[in-house]
Each structure stands twice: as structure tokens, then as C-alpha cells.
């Protein structure tokens, strides 16, 4: 119903006035008027102006619209989405690592030293390891920066060869294992 009279508009059509489309589309009704005009002269639509309305008719809607495009054109719009939502992901996982790397503050000598020492490890192997991350800019042997020193140290440099000697008496019982 447009101003009180019955319009019908069918699949592949609508009933929207200059003034209407202009205002939903934010132009001028001269602009709204050219563009129909160029669609008209392209043969992609054909217009029925009445008192109340201008129906425009899609020529060859279906071709566009038919249930197949409909299901081709689902099931590339799930594809971009899924697309962009793993892309997504990807990019603020890459954000969050950019952003640790990045908050990394590297410790003192004196830091590594302690820690060393506080795991009976020797200031010899502490201050060996500071100096090898320190020259490598924090970085390891593959190149990846450094995010967590303790970690690192943990992991790379708290071996039983690097174990503080005390007084002889850790190799005295190292040799003698399992004599007990």
C-alpha cells in the first residue's frame, strides 16, 4: 500500500519513489534521476512511473537471484566470513606476541647472578649466559626474541654441569651414589 492505493510489486522489482531513493541512497533527486537514466539506457532495469510510485523492474533478476546464485552466493559470503574470522584471530594473536616481545625488559647482570645463585647454579655460568643474550640483543640461537629470562635460563643453562661446587662435597656424592 502506498498512500492508501494497493501497488503489487513481484519478485525482481520495487516500489520506491525519487524522493524516497534519494533520501535512503543520501542524493540528489537529480542524481537518483540520472542514475535510473543510465540503468534504463544499459537495459539493466525498466521503469513504470505511476501517481504514487515508479516501479523499477531488475532485468534478467533472476539470472542474479536464482536459488543457485542464492546458494553459491551463501556459501561465499560463509567462506569470507570464516576467512576473515581466522585472519582475525591470526592478527591478534601476532598483536599479543608483537606486544610481549615488545614489554620485554631485560634483566641486569646482577638479576641473573641472583637468580643463578638462588638455584645453586655458579655466577661463572651467570654471568656467561647474561653476556650471551645480552650480545645477542635478547634473542636465542634461532633468533626469536627472548620473552621470559627465567624461563630461558631454566631451560637452557640450569644443567647439572653448571651446579655450584660446594666444598668438594657435591662431586664427593655425586661419585659416591647409590653407596649410601
Not at 2 to 8: K, Y
Not at 16 to 41: D, G, P, Y
Not at 136 to 165: C, H, I, T, Y
Request: proline fraction near 1%; charge should be positive.
Amino acid at each position: 500500500m502506498v498512500r492508501g492505493n494497493e501497488v503489487e510489486v513481484k519478485r525482481g522489482q520495487v516500489g520506491w519513489s525519487e524522493n524516497k531513493l534519494a533520501a535512503r541512497w543520501l542524493w540528489s533527486r537529480t542524481k537518483v534521476r540520472h542514475f535510473i537514466k543510465v540503468l534504463k539506457q544499459d537495459i539493466r532495469i525498466d521503469i513504470r512511473k505511476t501517481t504514487v510510485t515508479s516501479l523499477i523492474t531488475i532485468i534478467n533478476y533472476e539470472d542474479y537471484q536464482g536459488k543457485e546464485q542464492q546458494k553459491e552466493h551463501q556459501k561465499n559470503i560463509r567462506k569470507t566470513s570464516e576467512d576473515t574470522l581466522t585472519s582475525n584471530d591470526k592478527n591478534v594473536k601476532n598483536e599479543k606476541n608483537k606486544d610481549k616481545s615488545r614489554n620485554f625488559i631485560p634483566p641486569l647482570v646482577d638479576d641473573v647472578v641472583l637468580y643463578f645463585k638462588e638455584k645453586g647454579y655458579s655466577q661463572e655460568v651467570a654471568r656467561r649466559a647474561f653476556e650471551y643474550y645480552s650480545t645477542a640483543d635478547w634473542k636465542d640461537s634461532k633468533g626469536n626474541q627472548v620473552r621470559n629470562w627465567k624461563q630461558k635460563m631454566l631451560a637452557v643453562w640450569f644443567k647439572d654441569e653448571n651446579k655450584e661446587k660446594i666444598d668438594g662435597v657435591e662431586s664427593f656424592l655425586r661419585k659416591h651414589q647409590g653407596f649410601g
